[in-house]
């Protein structure tokens, strides 16, 4: 049996934000028992004739079936009078199951193609879930007709639910900018991080907007983005197969917004509070924690310390343990393989200087950096002092609960 | 307080074996209070004149003072008339000391150097404990005429002893081979990865041979070796800033042994043990894991793939959890970064495969795989199905424990 989780103490106060509906999206939700009881675990998004469809996802060698077919797809207009649809399961991965996977995305894909009157191209699809089991496909083409006829625009939370897995709350967040005096919109839900076995620690997020913006320039800025905020967040070091973002653009504001630092402020605020999320949502977390690396020689040596650090479970367990234990910083810097030199390392922790040029800071406080440990969230810098290259990720702490939850069960 | 760790459920049931003295090298220790109270923590090795003495070290860019001191001084012979020493102190790293670091390690081996009449480059040392204090090198100076006088071949076991931090055994491996009718024999000894913060995880291993070889050879040998044994271990990923072995062959025995693929064998065999008995004594471990990795198109591959799934939470969790977890395993391949085609992937937990040719094995039995996992030593074998090379790691699981050593207790 799984150990059931408490809400995670990290979980945004105000609970789920008041996500505005996106104009030329709608959303339905429905139970259709993939694998779950008593709750719904199938989401379709239909989006109307004109959007622009953008997304980034796991590079793993053994992705899943889902992830390959959305590949393919993206970029494809196949009639430019019709539109698009988003359809994701919960309960079961379709990952790891040969043929039998590809041929379910065909039939999952194909039913809402005809269902909604799109060509078979404009469907995508996720799956999150137990894998290694074949997706009872037939369970979710048959709930299709009503579906569509539930489709509502104000739905975004039950769709935010309907996509959980292990997560201990669902994750929503918004923005809405003026440009040229207009308002424009963006909503975006995500679920991820609960791993349960056998489920997997899949990453799945959905971000719409009224923008208007071709399917190129949202690629391009979705995956700009993405290296600063999707990929500089970890839990645990491990990669789903099945990690997934799709962005769409539905154009109903009539606004272009290409050249938009102001648009592209506020989806990079979007995307950033989204990843925060799933981090406050890692299992067993109890502190989150930022690692901001400075000083890099290399914008790669700045990320490859960065996630070093925060990958560390000697790091991680400090942090948890409440130990301003800064030899475990250095000792992550040095087997980083990022160009470092010990003699010029500098740590801080919060604002307190514990560690300068190579060695303890001259006016150390032990109680002063212990007392900083006993916060919930922690900012950790380290600066090289080689360059001007920098880097921040995002993770959690690795306590009892992360072991609790992974291990202590039997299949 | 640091939480004391009783015997690893996973010590070898002999207890340290009987470490035949190898003519050339003498040994003393003693209790000079570095840190610890009521237990020896400085070893002395004296080797005699004609040795040659090779080394690996830690590749961190953060190495500590005598790991760069080693690597400076190895291979350097300034009067050949003159023999080497090595010495090593528990309880103070002498890491992450900034000048103080260097400037402790040339008052030690300057003071051995006069005390053994032996020239300073031919003085190796080592430090393992806490990071960031200076070393109080003076205890040590002050005790070297004590050492000198009490220098016996016979004491291999209490020099094993000398150099434990958090271990919860010593570890000691010997072979003895017969070349050209005479006997050749290698005694060795380890210490390594309890890691009791603010210790680091230093794994510190001496290596000793009657055997005659050049100093060029023995570096040759024992750095080949080197990758399939104590660089295919890994307990959590992280790696020390002292990380060192010695190997010192003393030629006593007159026997070349530059072309034996016997000594050879026998010299991969004490390395091998003494690197699994490191794993073995792994911070919270339960299990003993061997992963083999076949089928990679490269032997980088093949070793990617086998650190990635021996240095994955997901999986360590699963096995200490006994699930057996394929799914994870495929995740751990997938986010490796190595060449893999999930379709052609199979896994095996023991003799029973679990997965193959990208799906779960069709007459797979959950009940065998799942009395399997409750082994205490598991074998997981994956096979790419894309050429013939292949790597072999070994890990432990990630339990409570780990957790409770490296986080449960406040600085």
């Known amino acids: 049996m799984a150990t059931i989780t408490d809400l995670s103490p990290l979980a945004p106060a105000g609970g789920f934000p008041n996500l505005p509906p996106i104009s030329g999206v709608r959303f339905a939700t429905c139970a259709v028992g993939v694998k779950y009881e008593g709750r719904t675990d199938v989401m379709l998004a ?3 004739p004109g959007a622009s469809v953008a997304g980034v996802f796991t590079k793993s060698s053994t992705r ?3 992830v390959l077919d959305c590949q393919d797809k993206l970029g494809t207009i196949s009639d430019a ?6 359809l994701v399961n919960s309960g079961n991965a379709n990952a790891f199951t040969g043929r039998a996977g590809t041929e379910s995305v065909s039939a999952i ?5 005809g269902v ?6 404009h469907v995508y699809t996720s799956s999150t879930g137990v894998i290694g089991e074949p997706l009872p496909h037939d369970r979710i083409t048959g709930a299709l007709n009503q579906l569509k006829s539930e ?3 104000a739905s975004l939370e039950p769709a935010a639910r309907a996509i959980m897995t292990t997560d201990t709350f669902p994750k929503g967040s918004t923005q809405t900018v003026q440009i040229g005096g207009k308002p424009v919109t963006i909503s975006g839900f995500a679920k991820g991080s609960g791993m349960i076995a056998p489920d997997m620690a899949t990453m799945l997020v959905y971000i719409f907007t009224d923008a208007k913006l071709t399917q190129p320039e949202l690629q391009s800025m979705v995956s700009r983005l993405n290296e600063s905020s999707f990929n500089a967040i970890t839990v645990d070091s491990d990669t789903s197969t099945s990690d997934s973002l799709l962005a769409v653009a539905t154009g109903a504001s009539g606004i272009d917004v290409s050249s938009s630092s102001e648009f592209e402020a506020a989806l990079n605020a979007v995307m950033l509070d989204l990843a925060h999320q799933v981090v406050r949502d890692g299992e067993g977390a109890s502190k989150f924690v930022e690692i901001t690396v400075t000083g890099a020689a290399t914008d790669t040596d700045a990320k490859t310390v960065a996630m070093a650090c925060a990958n560390s479970p000697l790091v991680k367990t400090a942090i948890a343990g409440e130990d301003a234990n800064w030899g475990r910083i250095v000792m992550a810097v ?3 393989g990022a160009r470092a030199d010990r003699d010029l390392l500098s740590i801080s922790f919060g604002d307190i200087l514990v560690a300068d ?6 006016d150390y406080s032990e109680e002063a950096a212990s007392a900083y440990m006993k916060n919930e969230e922690i900012k950790i810098t380290v600066d090289l002092g080689l360059g001007n290259r920098q880097f921040t990720a995002w993770t959690c702490d690795l306590t009892h609960g992360y072991i609790s939850i992974n291990a202590d069960y039997r299949s």
């Open 116 to 121: 909604l009157d799109i060509p078979q191209s």
């Open 81 to 86: 009078g019709k539109g698009f649809a988003i």
């Open 357 to 362: 040029n190579g060695w303890r800071a001259p």
């Open 109 to 113: 894909t194909g039913a809402v193609a």
């Open 334 to 336: 040095g087997k980083s």
């Open 64 to 66: 899943a079936a889902p």
């Open 151 to 153: 489709l509502d625009s």
């Open 46 to 48: 239909e989006v109307a």
